[in-house]
């Protein structure tokens, strides 16, 4: 996992984009790039990626991924959390393009972070896990009609984490 966050530090072309909240636009709280076979576009809160190709380092983690999830991926986005600061909103992983139940599997590589969940309907119901440097978390079936998740900012220092999260997007319904 450390050798993986070494080559991928320096091998992704990091950067931060903007997106489009309540009408405003204001950059994103982390870093991130958008891998995917050609064609393979992403578009989240009025922001659409085009994909860079493969490299060597991540198709090999997709092949991996693939063979232990049995599900095919198309598609990936990562995430450089610098520091403490940089964080993701309470959102769900469910645009069109996704299909009804995305298989979403999210490596972490770096810095332990907390990741959150949350009942749609009752929110009340909260889950955490701490995501250590090699965990691999699939989230699949119908967890993104019922819950939301998270990486908050923390009130302590952490150490820089990569997410590679995984995704098979529909070409039927990626917008044009």
Known sequence: ARQLYSRLQEEIPWRQDNIRIAGKETPIPRLQAWFGDPGISYTYSGLTLQPEPWNDTLQHIKEQIESYSDTQFNS?????????????????????????????????????????????????????????????????????????????????????????????????????
């Open 76 to 176: 990936l986005l990562a995430n450089l959390y610098r520091d403490e600061q940089d964080s993701v909103g309470w959102h769900a992983d469910n645009e069109p393009e996704l299909g009804n139940n995305p298989v979403i599997a999210s490596l972490s590589l770096g810095g332990e972070r907390t990741f959150q969940l949350k009942h749609r309907q009752h929110p009340e119901r909260k889950l955490e896990l701490e995501l250590r440097s090699g965990d691999l978390l699939i989230m699949k079936g119908a967890m993104q009609h019922h819950w939301l998740h998270q990486i908050p900012k923390s009130k302590q220092a952490c150490l820089p984490r990569i997410n590679l999260t995984f995704r098979k997007i529909n070409k039927a319904s990626t917008p044009k």
